[in-house]
């Protein structure tokens, strides 16, 4: 006995699916709503933290591209050789002073110019002249970019610093003046030191308003309520979002220190009750790449998707009260009407009358299509019935047909042997030329046979007809090996050589001439019956006659069936044409596909 568990849905009417369908439809909506309000906070830090990490790395790759230039930069002017000749010497002429010092200046002008678009970086070179053998050039710093010479008095703070790391880059916060401004930038330091000479240094080469350039990467991208800091290791800040922040210590939680056990490069994310702090740093370089969102700008969003969340809510249970009415109303009473329709039906029963008639959609068009379907049903068992009976009777039929041609060919067989034994020997080759002609109509119940066989019957019918009526005309067979093998409707020749026979090569003793002949073309193969009669035939009448226009059954038969079954072996394309010869007489010409046997049995 199977044992199981009933599913209660079976137990319950469709109605009663209906709202439980609604309320399981509609409860996940309020636990949504519940779940959403406890989960989203939690949820929407995190997503946006992975988000701005994503986006953090892809920030600091373009600020440290932009250090990048700079750096290739500042390494090319430094190898150059005009700047390389920048050296203070007393045995240069004052001349030669001043082509050197035009030929830098131009230098670090000509690179001064927008890094990748946007903020200009300045180039300036300073170079340490006690003996003031450049007393020409400028002793303070009046535009952003050129070169200043200066001695113990006038060194710059930083340029000790700079010497002391060699031709190591740094990055540091230093006072410049713009025309008679003085401004504090960040800058680019970096010695140039003397190729030739070791350990000599040639000056300090300098790239001014990096903090702009920084910058201009941090505005490319848009926080909440947000800032982004660009500092040192030291949290000290190089470039910010709000420039009023630059060359502040930026305070932030413990938690968010680096530890001196982790890579070189990496980033890190913290999450406190105020904000979201998202830091990336590099410490070969130094620097440290900050985001601090406010918690309270992503809950200004939160409250929103909470508003969002009700509204779908309230709409979702509209809908739902209002899809609840119209399936109540609109389909209940048709599928009632259905069901016990398909209940109380039974095959070969008469159908009653289609309700619900005047309905266009796919309720009425469901109740239509079942209730004919069942009217089809019936005829269709009623129909089952009759053709059964009818198939019994024909196969029956058909057992009874092939006995009697394979009495007749049998018999035939004996007639030739008894005929051979007499000596009639004429009377002996038409048996046994009809018997070929009985054999090969049978061809074992195929309806294609090759034409090697067809020839062969087409053969023994003009051999016996010969015979039979003492004809002196003449049959020529050409016929190639390769199209001997091509499939071929059975019985086809044979007409088409008692056509010429009759109509045109009968009387004309031995002048009359038939030719059978084939040809492959490609994929095609054309077989020819032609005469050299010169009775008038109608071209027009017999085009009419395979075209199926004006079909003549008084007449035309065997052409017309010959017709017909290579279209329905072989397709339209094929088929029985007539058309008169060039010197003469007419030709039937068959076009055949290239099929053997062997292929047509890989094709099966």
Known sequence: MRTGLNNPMTKMNVKQQLILLFLVMVSPIFLLHWYGNIKTEHLLKNHVTNAYVELIKQNYTLINRDIDTVSKITTTMIQNPVVQKLVPSEQDTVIERVRKFDSVDKLLSNNSIPLN???????????????DYYFFAPKRQINQTGVYFFNDATKPSWFDDAVKRNSGAYMAMIDTNVGLSRVKTYAYIRAVNNVTIANDTIGILVATQMDKKIGESLRSVSLPDGNIY????????????????????????????????????????????????????????QTKLIYQIPVESLLKQQNELKRVIQLISVAYLLLGCIVMIYFWRSLMTPLQRLAQFVRAYEPGKLVPETPFKGRNDEVGVLVGALYDMARRLNVLIHYKYNMDLKQKESQLQLLYQQINPHLLYNTLESIYWKSSLEGKT???????????LMKI????????ITLEEELEHASAYVSLQQKRYKYEFEVNWVIPDAARLILIPKITLQPLIENAMIHAVKNMGEDGEIRISAMVEGER????????????????????????????????????????????????????????????????????????????????
């Open 441 to 448: 109509s049978l061809s074992r119940g195929r309806e294609l």
């Open 117 to 131: 678009g946007g903020e200009a970086v300045y180039y300036s070179l300073y170079v340490y002249d006690p003996n």
């Open 230 to 285: 660009f500092t040192d290791w030291n949290d000290r800040v190089m470039s910010a979002t709000d420039p009023s922040l630059i060359d502040t210590v930026l305070s932030l939680p413990p938690e968010a220190a680096i530890p001196d056990n982790v890579n070189s490069q990496g980033n890190l994310d913290l999450i406190t009750d105020d904000s979201i702090y998202v830091v990336n740093y590099d410490r070969s370089s």
């Open 525 to 604: 193969v054309t077989i020819k019956v032609e005469d050299n009669g010169h009775k008038a035939v109608d071209y027009a009448a017999l085009d009419r006659l395979l075209s199926g226009d004006k079909p003549d059954h008084a007449s035309g038969y065997g052409i017309r069936n010959i017709q017909q079954r290579i279209k329905l072996h072989f397709g339209n394309q094929y088929g029985l044409g007539y058309k008169e010869r060039e010197h003469g007489g007419t030709s039937a010409t068959i076009i055949l596909p290239m099929i053997t046997e062997e292929q047509q049995k890989r094709d099966v």
């Open 426 to 436: 004429e009377s002996a080759d038409m048996i046994k030329e009809l018997s070929k």
